[in-house]
Structure formats: structure tokens, C-alpha cells
């Protein structure tokens, strides 16, 4: 079955960049002049994805918005001879079909994915977060959406992490069973080091099948009294096969203020305009 559909749960308050998120969605933080959320939804639709499920939160708005026409800004641009930002804006609006649906209460990633069941129906779909770019010649999620293809299973994005760095996120046990791929046996949210089953960190890319949503739907809070997606997965394991692909790519972790910084220095450099710039700055500045 062709996987169309992809979930970005935008719902975070973005407390990590206080003040400027007090008013703005972190999403729409710019890295240069793009959306940080732009960089996302481009990815899905470089990978075949046909429809943009944003599971939004109160003053998220803006992200749709982004992502819709602005004809009155793109009557003045024309007056002004700006044609080139008004191809840019069109072609931001025709990028995918998007729709939404509203996350009430912050009850965790699960409950995100769980608010999209309706929107999705029954059939595979993508989760991308919002907080992980990653830059790769073939898009991280189509690498995921590969393996789904020649497996029917369900994939997450892997990747090694260092040991002080384990208790941050979701770990699998596993073995692998070629090279960057794994099967998955068993997955625990945010273990400490010492009882990690391995570093095999899952980064926030996913392809799940739709029998996730009624684990979802009758899962107990875990860690944080949160419904966590890496519970459900844990429970879907020992129903299904999950394999976790280790992605060939550059992950930023904008999410975090450091990876933020860093995303928007890497993404710069790759422009024409400010690269010469922005090298020259870097090297004149003092030890």
C-alpha cells in the first residue's frame, strides 16, 4: 500500500526559546529566512508524500497559514516588481495538501499521533518531528518509507548516540541484520545509561502501520504521565516485526538552542550569498 500521508505534531509550546516563542510557533523560527517547519514538509514532499497532517495547539495557527495563499502580500510584491518572492511564495502554497487537527492538552508524542487517527484512517503513515532536520541526498524519510516498502512493517529512524546522551531519548534493543538496518526487539523511553540496551538512539522519523493507533488508544501514561510513543512501539513489537534504519545523513537537533545555532551556521554555508560571508566571519573570530 502507498504511504501518502505524514503527521507533524506541532502542538509544543517551545518553552526552550522563551521569550521569542511566547507569541511565534517555534516552527516558524527561521533558520536564515526559511521556516524551520518548511525544511520538514519539503522533505515529505521530496519523498512522495501527498498530505501534511500538522497536529496543531492553541496559537499555532501561523504554521498553516504559512503553508496557504497570501494573495494581498503577493499583489503588493508585485507592484514593487518583487516576482521572483512571489514565485517563492506560490510555490510554498502549492507544496502539499495540508490539514490539521487540534492537540487540547500536551499529553505526550503518542497522544499527538493518536489525535491523527481520524485524518489518517486505515492505512501507513509517516511521523516527522518538527525538532529533527535532517539533510541527506536521499530524503530521510524516504529512506524509511523504502524499507516499509519491501517489508510492510513498520521503520524508525535510528541513530548512535553517545553514552551520556542515551537517557534523552528512546532506545531499542536489537540486532542488526545488514548493514544500517536493525530488527527491533524491544524499544524503553529514555532509560539511564546503565540499564540502556544499547545506544541506538530513534530519531523523529517514523513509518508506522495504522494497528499503532489502538495501542495507542488503550495505553496507560508512561514516563512524564504522558501517552509515549515509544511505549506504543514496545507493545507493537511483540505483534509485529518493527525494523530501525540507521539514515544516511546530517541530523540537527533544533530543538535544543546549540542545534538550532548550528543548523542555521551548516544551512548558510550551503548558500551562495553568504557563504564567502559567513566563512570569513567564522575565522575572524578571536580563540
Known sequence: MKLRKAVIPVAGLGTRFLPATKTVPKELLPIVDIPSIQY???EAVDAGIEEIIFVTGRGKDGIEDHFDEAPELEQLLTERGNHEMVKTLRMIAEMTEVVSVRQKKPLGLGHA???????VGDEPFAVMLADDLIEAEVPGIRQLIKIFEET???VVALME???SEVH??????GREIKKRLYQVEATVEKPLAKDAPSRMAII?????RPEIFKILQDLPPGRGGEIQ????LSQLVRERKIFGCEFVGERYDIGDKFGFVRATVAYALKRADLRDKVLEYLKSIPN
Open 204 to 208: 523523529g522519523r517514523y513509518v508506522l
Open 161 to 163: 548516540v553517545p553514552e
Open 152 to 154: 510492510s512493517e513498520s
Open 113 to 119: 499521533v493518536l489525535c491523527a487517527k481520524d485524518l
Open 40 to 42: 520538514v514538509v519539503q
Open 229 to 232: 510513543l515509544t511505549d506504543g
Open 168 to 173: 534523552q531519548y528512546g532506545i531499542i534493543k
